[in-house]
């Protein structure tokens, strides 16, 4: 498959946020600052692409051969919160200037739904190893773009008259959804 | 000890009040029978991790209780996975993805840490009976919304029925003269039926509180 084709379409056309609607959780909850969704960007970067290295070795080379796959949700998810626990011990100590900016992030990425879904994902579409790796940045640089919108329309959110009812979450949403008509252009629904 | 079992269903509704575990929502509910496979399994998973979290909670040493907690409900996750993948094989490569994700699902995690590795065993199998109720109902209100708009039908039973021999599909509008909404069937519906149904219940709650 064409990797410049599999990086757009991973960031513009099938975006992990609004096409495939993995990691909602902080994309609702990100404050109006734009270094944390950078930071954040930055952070689910650097776990997904590790994780995607990690599970295609441990997915290929000891699930498949053993013909044990369907333990793969149990020990991708363990990889992955043992891999955020050691990442972040890691940064701790010898980058602790790092830590300050986007240590405070990583236990939260434990829980989140993109970095579990890209990695399942490139299971399930058994990408190649550069495939793979492709897949996870494409996806990554995907997120972080449109955090990095999001956090930008909320600074305008907060200023504009919205009914006590939508403010917060719905309100969220709907802008949500407007993103999201914009990027699935391409696809043609 | 009715109250553990209700408060799950309207008082604090996973998605509706909580606003907890949206990633599934979205994606599951562009009908209304894979709303139910989906809501079934949560619950399931809910269930069960809860009712045997709460029975270990006091033999787990407390550096481990959280991976432990992962590990259980990552055993019951690949259990409804491997069931979904042997007896709907078409639902399962619609939503299939959807399935493993169950165990980053802050519900699922959240009931296990915050309440039954706290509460007696009854009240935790209760609370997580209750909670995969609520989040059950609120899949079907929003897959309902969802296929009622953008299909024009409601699709109880249609993947299913080799397993079940019924067939329940129903025409809300007829077919030929009134065309459906189908961006209610991509990705922008979802966001937009999801925030304006949540702004339109808490509206409604703000002015309940309001008239007392």
Redesign the interface.
């Known amino acids: 498959m064409n990797l410049i084709s599999l990086l757009i379409s991973s960031i513009l056309i099938e975006n992990v946020i609004?096409?495939?609607?993995?990691?909602?959780?902080p994309f609702?909850g990100i404050s109006n600052k734009e270094d944390g969704a950078i930071s954040m960007g930055i952070s689910i970067t650097i776990v997904m692409v590790i994780a995607s290295i990690i599970t295609y070795i441990l997915h290929n080379y000891i699930l498949v051969p053993l013909d044990i796959e369907?333990?793969r949700?149990?020990l991708f998810?363990?990889i992955i919160?043992s891999l955020v626990q050691l990442l972040e011990m890691f940064i701790r100590k010898y980058f602790p200037k790092t830590h300050e900016m986007f240590g405070i992030y990583l236990p939260l990425i434990?829980?989140?739904?993109a970095i579990?879904?890209v990695v399942?994902?490139s299971r399930?579409y058994n990408y190649t190893f550069i495939e793979t790796l492709i897949f996870a940045i494409g996806s990554s640089i995907g997120y972080m773009l449109v955090l990095y919108i999001f956090s930008n329309i909320r600074i305008r959110l907060e200023e504009s008259p919205i009914?006590?009812?939508?403010k917060g979450?719905?309100?969220?949403?709907?802008c949500?959804?407007?993103m999201?008509?914009l990027f699935?252009r391409y696809v043609g629904? | 000890m009715k109250k553990h079992l209700f408060k799950g269903i309207f008082i604090e509704n996973p998605i509706f009040v909580l606003l907890l575990g949206l990633c599934p929502v979205l994606a599951v509910t562009t009908s209304v029978e894979n709303a139910i496979v989906m809501g079934l399994s949560v619950m399931f998973v809910l269930f069960f991790t809860n009712t045997i979290i709460s029975i270990i909670k006091n033999i787990v040493p407390e550096q481990v209780r959280i991976p432990t907690y992962i590990l259980i409900i990552a055993t019951f996750v690949t259990i409804v996975e491997l069931l979904l993948n042997a007896y709907t094989p078409i639902i399962y490569t619609t939503i299939g993805i959807y399935i493993p994700l169950i165990v980053v699902n802050c519900i699922v995690l959240g009931r296990a840490i915050g309440f039954a590795s706290k509460e007696k065993v009854f009240n935790s199998l209760l609370d997580g009976l209750g909670f995969g109720i609520g989040f059950l109902i609120a899949l079907i209100v929003l897959g309902g919304i969802r296929e009622i708009l953008g299909n024009n039908t409601i699709t109880i039973i249609d993947n299913l029925s080799k397993l079940t021999n019924v067939e329940m599909i129903y025409q809300v509008l007829p077919k030929n003269n009134v065309f459906p909404m189908s961006v209610f069937r991509t990705p922008a519906g979802a966001f937009l039926s999801l925030g304006l149904l949540i702004g339109i219940i808490n509206t409604i709650k703000i002015n309940r509180r309001g008239n007392k």
């Open positions: 609004l096409t495939r609607f993995l990691g909602l959780c609702l369907y333990l949700t149990i998810i363990l919160a434990t829980t989140n739904c579990l879904g399942l994902l399930n009914p006590e009812g939508f979450i719905p309100i969220a949403l709907v949500a959804s407007i999201s008509l699935i629904f």
